[in-house]
């Protein structure tokens, strides 16, 4: 039969609006988080961090958002444009873990003109 | 500075032969990661070193798979035999304390006819 690749979320924002894609990590015990940004052809490229002490992070243009007690992230991307549409990941590290991360499935950012 | 460099960037070879993929890490960085990405899977880690010592190949999926790094500035991923289900994606990344970010190279796309 055909194979079924993996269905991604997909999120679709107006060029200039806001976007915030959302990731829902696994571990308690994870004390670091990265979110990666993947246009078609290239490598994932790391975006921005956070770790488990802080709530709130800012760059330039996006900003991550920590909770804890739901175990839940954000990525929220200010005046997106056309150059934002990508996969985005989220990936979390769990203390101890030699440095390996655990990947989230990748959430699909389309930016209409 | 160079980022993590991937040689070939396109491989197409047929059923049973030899495949070996390259990568030169980030200089300075002590920690090396081999992944595959597929539609079906996402991003799988096979192999992870660190100091040129292969710390977790549980991801390798079976021995058709090495991997290999003689020194911190090149590693190899070999498949022998090749398969056509290993047509993927090969990312590698490098990563260094404190913060451990992963930086991918730009992947070597192989198609196993």
């Known amino acids: 039969g055909e194979s079924v690749g993996l269905h991604l979320p997909t999120l679709s924002v107006q060029e200039g609006d806001n976007s915030i894609i959302n990731c829902a990590y696994s571990?308690?015990?994870?004390?670091?988080f990265i979110w990666y940004k993947q246009e078609s052809g290239k490598g994932p490229q790391f975006i921005i961090d956070?770790?488990?002490n802080m709530d709130k992070r800012q760059g330039q243009r996006v900003t991550v958002l920590l909770n804890k007690t739901v175990k839940h992230l954000s990525l929220q991307i200010a005046a997106t444009q056309p150059g934002d549409s990508a996969v985005y990941f989220c990936a979390e590290n769990i203390e101890g873990s030699n440095y390996q991360l655990i990947w989230g499935a990748g959430t699909k950012l389309i930016i209409k003109p | 500075d160079a980022g993590v460099i991937q040689s070939p960037r396109h491989e197409v070879t047929e059923m049973g032969q030899e495949v070996t993929l390259r990568c030169k890490p980030i200089s300075g960085h002590n920690s090396l990661f081999w992944y595959r990405q597929t539609m079906m899977r996402g991003l799988e880690l096979l192999i992870y070193?660190?100091?040129?010592?292969?710390?977790?190949d549980s991801g390798m999926p079976e021995d058709r798979f090495s991997a290999k790094m003689p020194n911190a500035s090149f590693s190899t991923l070999k498949i022998q035999p090749s398969e056509p289900r290993d047509s993927a994606v090969y990312f590698c990344a490098s990563s260094r304390p404190p913060k451990n970010i992963q930086y991918f190279g730009a992947g070597t796309r192989l198609s196993v006819l």
């Open positions: 956070i770790r488990s």
């Open positions: 070193f660190n100091n040129n010592v292969p710390i977790d």
């Open positions: 571990n308690s015990a994870s004390d670091y």
